[in-house]
């Protein structure tokens, strides 16, 4: 595996959670532990079998394919949506009622998530097929933020084929210094998934795209992201974007999503250069 030296120092564990929407989010990557923290353990669960539907089809309408995907903040109207292609992504194998269950969970974690510590930054992007940007049409309450949404609402939202998070509160990235401060101008991505149906169509490649771009819009000089090594898909549509795996120095205990202790992490990085707006 390839590694860059990007002069993170070592540093001691962060006792930080995994949270990148709310308080849940740390079983982002873990199919084995409780998918939103309100006490329904996934291991308990019965998984899909013969005659058992899914949540996705009683609540997935899905809209006739647009070849348009625009990428955009998430707001209030696409809650649900977002709760669905998470879950669907990263709890594929539980079918209804259980996995309308973890959707519901998923949403009430989002809607009441954490909020981000001062001068941080969070938003949760999403790739939708036949919105529209058109800002006219949107009602905007002023400043209004939910969890990690924005209080917007449009007469054309689109429909959500994939999501990402992106911030700058920096819990899984190692501390500097003997204070052990939060590190800055690194934005970290979580939380990327697409839509079964709509993979392999460059999605997960344009989220990437505007993560950067927001990253860069923040100041920031570099983007992070811990990716299971048993997931190579997702490997190589980092390594793609220009992503490099950084070498952990021998006994440094950097941070990581708290996941299975099965679930190994390459940390992988990319500088952003010539900042830009989109
Ligand atoms: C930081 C994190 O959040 S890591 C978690 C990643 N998320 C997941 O594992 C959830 C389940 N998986 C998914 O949601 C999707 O498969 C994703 C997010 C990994 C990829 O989304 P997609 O929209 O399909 O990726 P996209 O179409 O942009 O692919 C870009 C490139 O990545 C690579 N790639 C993506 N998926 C795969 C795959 N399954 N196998 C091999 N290569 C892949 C390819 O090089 C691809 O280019 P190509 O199609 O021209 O060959």
Redesign the pocket.
């Known amino acids: 595996m390839q590694a860059i030296n990007l002069g993170l120092t070592l540093s001691s564990s962060s006792s930080s959670s995994y949270t990148s929407l709310g308080p849940s989010s740390s079983r982002?990557?873990n199919p084995n532990t409780s998918a939103l923290g309100h006490g329904v353990s996934l291991r308990s669960l019965p998984k899909s079998g013969p005659g058992v539907c899914k949540a996705s089809q009683v609540f997935g309408l899905f809209p006739t394919v647009s070849p348009g995907i625009t990428v955009r903040e998430a707001r209030i109207e696409d809650c649900w949506e977002v709760a669905e292609t998470h879950c669907s992504?990263?709890f594929p194998q539980y079918s209804f009622p259980l996995d309308f269950v973890v959707r519901i969970d998923r949403l009430v974690a989002m809607l009441s998530g954490l909020s981000v510590p001062n001068g941080c930054r969070r938003i949760c992007l999403v790739a939708v097929i036949g919105g529209s940007e058109n800002e006219t049409l949107l009602i905007r309450p002023e400043d209004f933020k939910l969890g990690g949404f924005d209080g917007k609402v449009s007469l054309n939202k689109g429909y959500v084929a994939?999501i990402?998070t992106v911030d700058t509160v920096a819990d899984f990235l190692p501390r500097k210094g003997p204070m052990r401060q939060r590190r800055t101008g690194i934005a970290y991505?979580?939380?990327?998934?697409?839509r079964e149906q709509?993979?392999?169509?460059?999605?997960?490649?344009?989220l990437i795209l505007k993560a950067e771009a927001e990253a860069r819009n923040w100041g920031c000089r570099a983007i992070a992201?811990?990716?299971?090594t048993s997931?190579?898909?997702?490997t190589?549509?980092?390594r793609?974007q220009g992503f490099k795996s950084i070498k952990v120095p021998e006994g440094a205990n950097w941070p990581e999503p708290k996941t299975s202790p099965d679930i190994k992490y390459s940390f992988m990085m990319k500088l952003l250069k010539n900042p830009t707006s989109i």
């Open positions: 982002s990557f992504s990263f994939g990402l991505v979580s939380n990327v998934a697409v709509f993979r392999r169509k460059g999605i997960a490649k344009k992201l811990h990716c299971d997931n190579p898909g997702a190589k549509l980092y793609g």
